[in-house]
């Protein structure tokens, strides 16, 4: 029936769907395996199903004209798709589909680019060195973030510096500021630098790994 609907449905033609390689999940007796035992002894059938379409943003139509028509920024690989037999709670048998999402970047290069100046050490202040493209929205309540390496949202900073508070150089490439030494981890370790833009409200810089 899924088949026939998507040739005659426009909108499910689009829908993609694992191979079933697993057996019908139904009509099954409840709390057991086997198949329907009642007076209509209903016909095995695969009732349960996982389809998946991906929207592109090139796909949607955009004043500007954003995104390359021919470029997907998304793309989505089915690693499992099967069946939990060992569920009898329902006539049903729960399926499951394990999925791998894939994002490309929108820029191809960043919006700011960060870099630790010489060593750092709970021993002195350090320097931050960032350049910006030219056309990036800067705000005074912009921050750079110390973060280690292992670091899973932006609340995870270790310290951070206000971009116009805490500035103490700049020129037509490339601006600086300070962090205190006393907010430097003692302990040292793998960091990373973060730039956490208001306008954005997201990180839109991270410098590469380095030690302190």
């Known amino acids: 029936q899924l088949n026939m609907a998507k ?3 426009s909108f499910l033609k689009e829908f993609k769907e694992g191979p079933l390689q697993f057996k019908p999940t139904y009509k099954f007796d409840l709390y057991s395996d086997v198949y329907d035992t009642s007076e209509k002894k209903r016909k095995p059938a695969w009732t349960d199903r996982i389809l998946w379409k991906v929207k592109n943003p090139s796909e949607v ?3 500007e004209g954003e995104f390359p028509a ?3 920024l998304i793309s989505v690989t089915l690693n499992n798709y099967t069946s939990h037999m060992s569920y009898g709670i329902s006539d049903h048998k729960p399926v499951t589909g394990t999925f791998v999402l894939e994002m490309k970047p929108l820029l191809s290069d960043p919006l700011v680019v ?4 010489g060593e750092w050490s709970a021993d002195h202040d350090v320097v931050v060195r960032y350049s910006t493209v030219s056309e990036f929205p800067s ?3 912009d921050w750079i973030g110390l973060f280690q390496v292992t670091f899973r949202h932006v609340n995870d900073y270790v310290t951070y510096a206000w971009v116009e508070d805490d500035e103490i150089a700049f020129n037509a490439h490339s ?3 300070y962090m205190s030494a006393s907010e430097i981890p003692q302990t ?3 960091f990373l630098l973060c730039y956490y833009s208001n306008n954005f409200q997201s990180i839109v810089g991270i410098s590469e790994p380095f030690q302190v």
């Open 175 to 177: 601006r600086q500021i």
């Open 139 to 141: 705000s005074s309540w």
């Open 188 to 190: 040292g370790g793998e």
């Open 61 to 63: 139509e955009s004043k």
């Open 70 to 72: 021919e470029e997907n």
């Open 7 to 9: 040739k005659n449905e």
């Open 114 to 117: 960060l870099n630790p100046e």
